[in-house]
């Protein structure tokens, strides 16, 4: 009884402990959240809160990789995008340190970047922004048009007294066969030969173009162009996928449905729409998609069948690189780049050591804020698009969304073997046992990442007097393997997308880590224990127990997001709803929160 008594205040200290630093995390989100919706960040105008947003974005890359930074001082190559961009060269994990070591120059890399800014809209040149599998996922605008193009290199000669560099070079273009070739051609030759040098610099092959145009027109004229709109062929060595996606006016009937994104389906007929889906027969045959179909998609089915595609390519190749860009690659764009960078990290395939409120600030702060979304602006016209990428977390639980490879089950079988039955005779039957099962069509989707060192202690939170720590005991190891159908409560704000999407709640011997719920505005992350088939608990055991499910660490950071949310811009609803949906989703925040009643959203 006595030791009872005297382990009780140290569990209690712990346990409000980690309740603090919770609260604490909780609260960076709702304040970033607060100044990204007041504030349009300028390279060009930083005070000491975005000083703080940038230190930090720096910390939290530094925890898993090792990288150079791409000086953007002042925003003298790009007004809109981050000061320091990040330049992620490989892994610092612990036991394969070295596998993905970058062998490109950070010197080259900027003068690229110099050079090639003038190719594309607002000089948001090819940035990359996600490192996975040694492979660059990047970012960018669409390519400039003549209009801005003359204009921009007309500004930059008057104002560097009659000089540019970003036109010198030791390398000229090759010139064609043609003897006679216009000052247009020329023009166009230089500017988007030095984007192509940036793009095959970075290795990318991989061209996702989401505008719904071939060339954005005002006023009758093209005032920006895009690679499969480009006449001379010149990026006809990439492989161009163009996969049209509603711009951000397209949220706001989103929000004016009361944020409800089943049954939205955009106008395909709309003048202006002539960029008809284009994608290689080599990326739709495995994905079991009809992509005949596109036009009559939801604005939920889209972004799933479109996130699938994207996975699929980066998976598909292990050398090449993927961009995906819009028009101006600030709306569209870090959607679908912040939905990358999420569902990887939910694999563990990405920033292996951030916990879901670490990986949702980063993606925040650096995929929208510094890349220059201009929250404020679409805020005002109702075009939540910001708010959809987070809310639509809920969609992608599914191992039908994830990247993992299969066999990486059976060494999770091996660790489940070994800790179980520790017999190394018996292990070698049922190896062959589980080899048969993942090699058969029976298991047609991923499955979860088995968890490195690293990754288990930084999800391993609390003890078993821990309040917030779910265990959840399961039967079988080789049921970690299989997919389930979820058992999750559905608001009425998403019910048809649940029931066909979330992933499954698992049932055996291996440990999960569960989002806690808070009686304040922090959300906790979830706790672990080792729970065996008889159920008894192993408080110390030397095998790392796996990731927590998919569905899990999303649905982590969304009930982060939607606490910060609602504690700082909260929903707006255009008009009182009969259906109830957005008095749902507010009773979803309120349970997130641990709050009735009490929250700001009006």
Same mark, same amino acid.
Request: proline share 4%.
């Given at each position: 009884? /006595? ?22 995390? +909780? ?12 504030? $349009? !960040? ?20 530094a925890r898993d990789y090792k990288f150079s930074v791409i000086q953007n001082s002042n925003g003298e190559v790009c007004g809109h995008y981050p000061r320091q961009i990040v330049f992620l060269e490989y892994e610092c994990t612990d036991v394969e340190n070295d596998r993905y070591e970058s062998t490109l120059q950070i010197s080259k890399l900027q003068d690229l970047v110099n050079r090639s800014k003038m190719a594309r809209c607002r000089g948001r040149f090819v940035c990359p922004v996600i490192l996975y599998d040694g492979k660059h996922i990047c970012r960018s605008s669409t390519l400039a048009g003549w209009g801005e193009l003359y204009g921009r290199t007309g500004y930059n000669y008057i104002f560097s007294g009659g000089s540019d560099d970003t036109w010198t070079e030791s390398e000229e273009v090759p010139e064609d066969d043609s003897a006679v070739r216009n000052g247009d051609s020329q023009l166009f030759d230089k500017v988007r030969g030095h984007d192509i040098k940036l793009l095959r610099y970075l290795s990318v092959r991989y061209i996702c173009d989401l505008m719904v145009e071939n060339k954005k027109v005002k006023f009758g004229l093209n005032v920006t162009s895009s690679e499969k ?5 010149? !990026?006809? #060595? ?14 706001? #009937?989103?929000?004016?449905? #009361? ?20 994608? =290689?027969?080599?990326?739709? $045959?495995?994905?079991?998609? #009809?992509?005949? $179909? ?11 069948? !479109? ?64 890349? /220059? ?68 069509? +029976? ?33 079988? =190891? ?13 608001? +009425? ?31 906790? !992350? ?39 949310? +609602? ?36």
């Amino acid at each position: 009884r /006595g030791t009872m008594m005297a382990g009780s205040p140290s569990s209690a200290a712990g346990g409000f402990l980690q309740s603090r630093l919770s609260f604490r995390k +909780s609260e960076e989100i709702a304040d970033l959240i607060d100044l990204f919706s007041k504030t $349009q !960040y300028r390279a060009k105008e930083i005070t000491s809160r975005v000083e703080a947003i940038e230190t930090r974005c720096l910390e939290l890359f530094a925890r898993d990789y090792k990288f150079s930074v791409i000086q953007n001082s002042n925003g003298e190559v790009c007004g809109h995008y981050p000061r320091q961009i990040v330049f992620l060269e490989y892994e610092c994990t612990d036991v394969e340190n070295d596998r993905y070591e970058s062998t490109l120059q950070i010197s080259k890399l900027q003068d690229l970047v110099n050079r090639s800014k003038m190719a594309r809209c607002r000089g948001r040149f090819v940035c990359p922004v996600i490192l996975y599998d040694g492979k660059h996922i990047c970012r960018s605008s669409t390519l400039a048009g003549w209009g801005e193009l003359y204009g921009r290199t007309g500004y930059n000669y008057i104002f560097s007294g009659g000089s540019d560099d970003t036109w010198t070079e030791s390398e000229e273009v090759p010139e064609d066969d043609s003897a006679v070739r216009n000052g247009d051609s020329q023009l166009f030759d230089k500017v988007r030969g030095h984007d192509i040098k940036l793009l095959r610099y970075l290795s990318v092959r991989y061209i996702c173009d989401l505008m719904v145009e071939n060339k954005k027109v005002k006023f009758g004229l093209n005032v920006t162009s895009s690679e499969k709109a480009d006449k001379a062929q010149r !990026y006809a #060595d990439f492989t161009l996928l163009s996969v049209p996606y509603p711009g951000c006016e397209f949220f706001k #009937d989103y929000k004016d449905r #009361d944020y409800t994104a089943e049954g939205l389906v955009f106008n395909w007929n709309q003048d202006y729409v002539d960029a008809p889906l284009t994608i =290689p027969m080599c990326f739709t $045959q495995n994905l079991n998609i #009809d992509w005949t $179909q596109y036009q009559s998609w939801d604005l939920v089915e889209q972004t799933q069948n !479109y996130l699938k595609l994207l996975l699929h390519i980066i998976n598909n190749d292990d050398e090449s690189g993927l961009l995906v860009h819009c028009i101006s690659g600030w709306d569209r764009t870090p959607l679908f780049v912040s939905l990358l960078r999420l569902s990887l990290w939910a694999d563990g395939a990405v920033h292996v050591n951030l916990e879901p409120g670490e990986i949702l600030y980063l993606t925040i702060a650096y995929d929208w804020f510094l890349f /220059g979304h201009m929250l404020p602006d679409r805020l005002s016209k109702g075009e939540e698009i910001f708010f959809f990428c987070f809310n639509f977390l809920k969609h992608i639980g599914s191992e039908k969304f994830s990247a993992v490879k299969k066999n990486r089950c059976v060494l999770q079988f091996i660790m489940f073997c070994l800790r179980d039955r520790g017999s190394v005779t018996s292990l070698s039957s049922e190896f062959s046992l589980i080899t048969e099962e993942v090699g058969s069509s +029976s298991l047609n989707n991923d499955v979860d990442l088995l968890s490195t060192q690293t990754q288990a202690s930084s999800w391993r939170k609390g003890t078993t007097s821990s309040p917030q720590m779910v265990v959840w005991n399961k039967q079988n =190891p080789l049921d970690e393997c299989l997919p389930h159908p979820l058992n999750e409560a559905r608001s +009425s704000s998403s019910s048809s997308s649940n029931q066909s999407e979330h992933a499954g709640t698992r049932t055996g011997s291996s440990p999960l880590a569960v989002p806690g719920r808070s009686s304040s505005l922090s959300t906790e !992350y979830g706790s672990w224990q080792i729970v065996s088939g008889c159920g008894s608990i192993h408080d110390s055991t030397p095998f790392p127990p796996p990731l927590a499910s998919r569905q899990a660490r999303l649905e982590a950071v969304r009930e982060i997001f939607l606490a910060a949310y +609602s504690s700082t811009v909260g929903l707006k609803s255009s008009a009182p709803s009969p259906s109830g949906a957005i008095s749902g989703l507010l009773e979803q925040f309120a349970r997130g929160v641990g709050l009735r009643g009490t929250n700001t959203i009006v």
